[in-house]
């Protein structure tokens, strides 16, 4: 950049400050202009909670700026969770916090020596006027900020606003641990964040739902009568002190995401680019790590514009990753009600890894004892994680949790499997999962997905799938293989996956069928015939009649497929049954077939023998399956003899916008498991053995299903379990592989180090 940059800072918080401050330092000769419309100690909550990684970049970025801070910080390692009465701690978790307004201190006088001119209690000049003026706008006016809505075309944000009401608070003590306690009262659950920030102070979060807010009568109180009520709610808290309050009122979390973060030499930083809920104590932290980034990337690029895209490109991974783990906790707390009759210790930790960051293994290294403990109420014999604890359906005993998902291999002739599905189950089963699941099994020939789908609708067909039972019986005693029946309905009558998935087949298609004649992509497929009650028999009993083949064939259990917009998922979506009749409209009617199908399928499969569904519990997409309706689903296939329920998601509609990433999924399988009391299978990237104990021993699945990891390794199970050092009946090796079962010793990768620091000899 040729000549000094002219910047301008809207909002004096503490990622516009820490921007300014860290701008000004690396090159002193630039014009920083900070505007701020309160006054310099205005501020809103009372302490800030910045992690150690946070820390390390403002010790390399600006030291005499983590001094000062450090000067300040009040440490603490433990986390107090009361529940019903008993107080549950674990340690080992390392916070430091401080006030906010010690906080904007520090950096206002950093501001200040470093020559930042700074505006306060003055509005800045609307954003396109400073950016004719400045070379760079930093917009970081918070959740509400009128910079983004300014140009709301160009970074496109959305706003979700939530379903809890909160206050920030203060209490003059300092609470020995962050503490949550939760109140069970007449009006409904409430809950208390608390944390120290000084050593005679804490912030005090008081949270519940909109619903419980209203019933209590908050929303006919002032904010001086709520912080009294507040008090006296968690008297036994805060030891009888008083709360106090600043400027915060009762309000709703806000999630704020926005498509781009930056506008010509206009950019987006900390609450007006992206907020994360308070309950992982993340907006100050990232909106200082975004300074850190913006400086560091002006620094290094030639050019402006190039620094604000290398800028977005590098925060925003972290920030989506931070938001799925907000999201996750928000929600968990949302739902905090659900989880109250767990067990103390169950609740504790699953509290503790609510937003998936922290894990079982991690939490073991925090603190073992707790961890050990609820493992021990888990279940858990002595030097076994929870995935290798048995777990017992109906008349079917699986030795672990872990089961391999059905995955679509595309490779059956006229729907009968052959040597790819011997070797490809057989070498899953031989590599220690629990149960192994097939592929979809179509009912009909007219019920394939692809022409490379397998069937059992014949007996060559059953005799087999006969010859793969029998060696996953023979060969990996133990093991279950489970069998997954469907009708690909309106998603049927396509080229096989690689040759362009849900494409129609070039020749060859066959009519397809379903609830409504609704094509799943209008214009490539096919619009679907609309079943009318003599084709509905027909197909109820094929399911039937390929359940009665099944159990021949000596599957151990039966899953039936009403997932993924096939044909009984079809039926249940409001999204793709737009039927007038008897099953369609209501959800009770939607349900209709599904049910009659699956007290077919029961009736016709021994009745020792578990069976399970697989629902979409959500369509990712508007107007769809509500998580209302997935509960009420899983409800009335249990009611109609499911034995657990397999909670998928999506893949009903080609417009769908899931929220991928890490354990994306499981949510909707603990929100059926907690509200039912029923048994649930978890799928969707779960990828590590640390998620499958972490998920088990927080009461979230009961079991779960690993798809794409199995297929990179057929012994991730086995592998699991030599990485975490058991070697118990759970997993055992074949007989023919235990030579294999420790991890081959590899080259030497360190050097001798050295050991002597050779000095010149004296003259």
Not at 34 to 60: M, N, Q
Not at 92 to 119: K, N, P, S
Not at 358 to 368: E, G, S
Not at 495 to 510: A, F, H, R, T, V
Request: charged share 20%.
């Amino acid at each position: 950049m040729t000549r000094p940059l002219r910047v301008a800072v809207i909002g004096g918080g503490p990622g516009g400050l820490y921007a300014a401050a860290l701008l000004k330092r690396l090159d002193p000769a630039r014009d920083v202009t900070v505007w701020e419309r309160g006054a310099p100690d205005d501020t809103f909550g009372f302490g800030v909670v910045l992690s150690d990684e946070t820390l390390g970049g403002i010790e390399h970025a600006d030291p005499d700026v983590y001094a000062a801070l450090r000067a300040e910080f009040v440490r603490w390692d433990d986390i107090d969770i009361v529940h019903r009465g008993r107080t549950l701690t674990s340690g080992g978790h390392g916070f430091a916090a401080l006030g906010r307004r010690r906080l904007l201190e520090i950096l206002h006088e950093r501001c200040a020596d470093l020559g930042v001119r700074l505006r306060s209690r003055t509005e800045a000049p609307p954003a396109p006027e400073l950016a004719a003026g400045h070379d760079l706008v930093i917009a970081a006016d918070g959740v509400h900020s009128r910079t983004r809505a300014a140009h709301a075309d160009v970074f496109r944000p959305t706003v979700t606003t939530h379903r809890c009401r909160y206050i920030w608070l203060a209490a003059d003590f300092a609470f020995d641990a962050f503490r949550f306690e939760i109140a069970e009262t007449e009006h409904g659950v409430m809950q208390l964040h608390g944390y120290p920030y000084a050593a005679d102070a804490s912030t005090v979060i008081v949270e519940m739902r909109e619903e419980v807010w209203q019933a209590a009568g908050f929303d006919e109180l002032d904010v001086q009568e709520s912080v009294g009520r507040c008090a006296k709610i968690f008297a036994e808290a805060l030891r009888g002190r008083p709360l106090t309050s600043s400027k915060s009122t009762w309000t709703a979390f806000r999630t704020v995401v926005n498509e781009r973060w930056s506008h010509g030499g206009t950019v987006l930083l900390g609450d007006a680019a992206h907020t994360a809920h308070f309950s992982i104590g993340s907006g100050t932290k990232l909106a200082v790590e975004d300074a850190l980034a913006l400086a560091a990337c002006i620094q290094e690029q030639p050019a402006l514009a190039p620094a604000l895209a290398a800028y977005e490109a590098e925060r925003r991974p972290v920030v989506e990753s931070t938001q799925r783990a907000a999201a996750a906790s928000l929600r968990w707390f949302e739902d905090l009600a659900g989880y109250l009759d767990q067990p103390p210790r169950q609740f504790a930790f699953n509290l503790l890894t609510r937003s998936r960051r922290v894990t079982h293994d991690n939490l073991r290294l925090r603190d073992a004892r707790f961890t050990e403990a609820v493992e021990r109420d888990f279940g858990c014999p002595p030097g076994t994680p929870p995935m290798f604890t048995p777990f017992r359906l109906r008349g079917l005993t699986l030795r672990n949790r872990v089961v391999v998902s059905p995955m679509d291999m595309y490779s059956a002739v006229d729907g009968v499997p052959g040597d790819f599905h011997l070797v490809h189950l057989g070498a899953r089963a031989l590599g220690g999962a629990g149960l192994v699941m097939t592929e979809m099994v179509c009912v009909s020939p007219e019920g394939r997905i692809t022409p490379g789908c397998a069937g059992l609708w014949t007996p060559a067909q059953a005799a087999a799938w006969s010859r793969i039972t029998d060696f996953v019986h023979r060969q990996a005693p133990g093991t279950a293989i489970g069998v997954q029946l469907g009708h690909s309905g309106r998603k049927g009558s396509t080229k096989l996956m690689w040759e362009g998935i849900d494409q129609p087949l070039d020749s060859g298609n066959w009519p397809v069928v379903a609830a409504s004649p609704l094509p799943y992509r209008p214009g490539v497929n096919q619009v679907p015939h609309e079943l009318h009650r003599a084709a509905l028999t027909d197909i109820r009993e094929q399911f039937a009649a390929a359940a009665r083949r099944a159990a021949r064939a000596g599957f151990d259990l039966l899953e039936l497929h009403c997932a993924h917009g096939y044909l009984l998922s079809g039926f249940l979506s409001p999204l793709t049954n737009r039927r007038t009749d008897a099953y369609g409209g209501s959800l009770e009617r939607r349900l209709r077939f599904p049910l009659e199908v699956l007290d077919a399928v029961r009736a016709a499969w021994p009745g020792e023998r578990p069976l399970t569904v697989r629902i979409s519990a959500t369509d990712w997409a508007p107007g769809g399956t509500t998580a209302e309706e997935a509960v009420a689903i899983a409800r009335a296939f249990a009611e109609h003899g499911a034995d657990a329920i397999d909670v998928s998601t999506g893949q009903v509609v080609p417009d769908e916008r899931p929220e991928y990433g890490r354990s994306y999924q499981t949510p909707y399988a603990d929100r059926i498991r907690n509200a039912l009391k029923v048994p649930v299978i978890a799928v969707g990237a779960i990828s590590s053995w640390d998620d499958v104990n972490s998920l088990l021993l927080a009461g979230r699945a009961d079991l779960c299903a690993v798809g794409r990891p199995h297929l990179y390794d057929p012994h991730w199970t086995l592998h699991a379990a030599a990485e975490q050092g058991y070697d118990g009946p759970a997993a055992p090796w074949p007989t023919p592989y235990r030579a294999g079962s420790r991890t081959p010793p590899t080259g030497r990768t360190d050097a001798p180090k050295p050991r002597l620091g050779l000095t010149p000899p004296r003259s």
